[in-house]
């Protein structure tokens, strides 16, 4: 990036690209953070595969278990994660993908499924493969209840459709099943390589591996709110860091 | 659809280098493309424009955009520049949960690969002087 012009701090009489480099006058941007939501949110940061998970062993477990499965695994774990990356994989195979998101009131937005359904062509019950089904993503499904879930895999069974739902937990949808076709819980192997790649993008990078051990602790395991303790161990460091050269500035004139 | 973030051979110049303006201000630059020119480049976008950032969904407003097709412009051209008049708010904010972050960007769009974006960020403020980190509790 050129700047055409340069300016003289009116303290220092630094070069304004001088103050700049000490963190002063930077304006705020995304990459003022390497944990901030844009960079962490799932379908952002890139699923790790684990020996258990590659995306290519749970897309066989959902073809053997007929189309219908799970991604199982408690909060932040990796779950919508793992839909964004299993939707890229099928998309490369000409399936057709829709995100249903479902929320607690799902009772209020029956009307919801029928209509994003009624959007999908019905089909010939003649000629329809397997390879041709569409897929519907129902995220969110853990939050329904058990008449809930029904009613949604009563839609979905109407419509010849092939599902990925996210859940909690296993657990029985019956006369309807989904069976579980990944159950998720990162290890720190793969935190690790995701936290490195984030950090990466630092030149002189403010928290470190073990802070972000420490930060995995706290979180309990919960990806989402690991990524916010990190987030605001950076900001934190960030801005004690900019009272420290304040400071010396302060010193020096 | 991704975007490529290391076009580091293109370049976006805001005119005033200390990046810091007042409201209604007028902001010009320019911005320098060959190395994409020569890359098969179809189309250029030029984006003023606030956006959050922070720990929650990103929320955005365009203040200025304009497009030029590869056919539209001359056939050496291979930089123009820009103008626009800064609007009143929202101010540049580096909060500690929310940042607002006004940029200008460029996006070129190719005949194969995905679209790259350079940007350049400023602040909007309502003095001149280097805006603060806010403080913990607001500002």
């Not at chain 1, 055409?4 to 963190?23: C, F, M, R, W």
């Not at chain 1, 995306?55 to 066989?60: F, G, N, P, Q």
């Not at chain 1, 690991?226 to 987030?231: A, G, R």
Request: include cysteine; hydrophobic fraction near 35%.
């Amino acid at each position: 990036m050129s700047m055409t012009q340069i300016d003289k701090h009116p303290t220092t009489g630094a070069t304004v690209e001088n103050v700049a480099s000490l963190g002063l006058s930077r304006p705020p941007n995304r990459d003022t953070n390497p944990f901030a939501t844009c960079w962490t949110s799932p379908g952002k940061v890139t699923y790790v595969e684990s020996d258990e998970n590659t995306v290519a062993d749970v897309l066989h477990r959902l073809d053997l278990a007929k189309g219908w499965g799970a991604l199982v695994g408690p909060h932040g774990s990796g779950k919508s994660t793992l839909l964004h990356a299993l939707e890229t994989e099928l998309t490369k195979r000409k399936r057709q993908v829709t995100w249903i998101h479902l929320t607690g009131h799902f009772t209020s937005q029956s009307s919801q499924i029928t209509s994003r359904s009624n959007l999908i062509p019905k089909r010939s019950l003649k000629n329809i493969s397997d390879a041709s089904r569409p897929v519907w993503f129902l995220e969110g499904f853990e939050r329904l209840g058990q008449i809930a879930r029904r009613r949604v895999l009563w839609q979905c069974s109407r419509q010849q459709v092939d599902i990925v739902a996210t859940l909690h937990r296993e657990a029985s949808c019956w006369p309807w099943r989904l069976a579980p076709i990944a159950n998720l819980a990162p290890s720190k192997e793969q935190i690790e390589k995701v936290f490195r790649k984030l950090n990466e993008r630092e030149q002189s990078p403010l928290v470190g591996w073990q802070d972000a051990l420490h930060a995995l602790d706290v979180a309990e395991g919960n990806l989402r709110e690991f990524w916010f303790e990190l987030y605001s161990l950076h900001e934190k460091r960030r801005r004690l860091g900019k009272k420290e050269i304040r400071t010396k500035i302060e010193q020096l004139s | 659809m991704k975007e490529d973030r290391s076009s580091e051979e293109v370049e976006l110049w805001l005119d005033r280098g200390s990046r810091r303006y007042l409201p209604g201000d007028v902001i010009t630059g320019h911005c320098h493309f060959e190395s994409w020119r020569a890359e098969g480049l179809q189309a250029i976008e030029l984006t003023l424009l606030w956006y959050t950032a922070g720990q929650g969904e990103e929320d955005f407003c365009v203040h200025h955009f304009q497009r030029h097709e590869i056919d539209e412009l001359d056939a050496d051209s291979k930089d123009f520049q820009y103008e626009a008049i800064l609007p009143a708010s929202p101010y540049s904010y580096d909060g500690e949960i929310v940042k607002v972050c006004w940029t200008v960007r460029l996006k070129g769009f190719f005949k194969q690969g995905r679209p790259r974006v350079v940007e350049a960020p400023f602040w909007l403020t309502a003095n001149e002087q280097p805006n603060e980190p806010a403080p913990r509790g607001g500002a």
